[in-house]
């Protein structure tokens, strides 16, 4: 599988992760809701939900006093899928537009010839979108993953 496709699937599914607590369930909330800083958070005494601009992290607390976890997953922030939701939708106007415009052919416009270049443009830098954003996202999940980590396990 070609790296931009595991970009483009790893952009529309949830990831699991999970992190261990070294910390009670109190201390835990708190250090968590300290970590969070810069990103939107929604905590409660069961649930935390990490968004950032490009990933959010929804987790469940799990285990006991003594083994307390995190559990949850990364899934699509509403940014990004919105993203390409508009993405699919320009897509098949423009290639409509093309087709339609070919098919009827007619007068020598200048659409005749913008609007197919256009799209073969739009298919052709498609891919490079879909990094960029893939890489947004991963970037995104590396800052929530690594506040996490020195929330729970005092990592560095």
């Known amino acids: 599988m070609s790296e ?10 949830p990831e699991p992760a999970s992190f261990d607590s070294r910390h009670p ?7 968590v809701r300290g970590a969070a800083r810069g990103f939107e958070l929604d905590l ?3 649930h935390v939900v990490i968004t950032a601009r490009n990933a959010r992290y929804e987790g469940k607390w799990v285990g ?8 949850g997953e990364f899934i699509a922030g509403t940014r990004v899928q919105g993203f390409l939701k508009i993405t699919s939708a320009v ?6 537009a093309s087709a339609w415009i070919l098919w009827t052919g ?12 256009v799209t073969l443009l739009a298919i052709l830098g498609l891919p490079f979108v ?3 954003v893939a890489s947004a996202r991963e970037a995104d ?5 690594k506040a996490l980590r020195v929330a729970l396990e005092d990592e560095e």
């Open 4 to 13: 931009t496709r595991q970009l483009a699937r790893s952009l529309v599914e």
């Open 25 to 31: 369930r109190a201390e835990s909330i708190e250090r």
């Open 44 to 46: 409660d005494g069961e």
């Open 64 to 71: 006991s006093a003594d083994a307390l976890r995190l559990e």
């Open 91 to 96: 897509m098949v106007l423009l290639v409509g």
């Open 106 to 117: 007619g007068d020598e416009s200048p659409a005749r010839f913008l609007v197919p270049l």
């Open 130 to 132: 879909v990094t960029g």
């Open 141 to 145: 999940k590396s800052r929530i993953r």
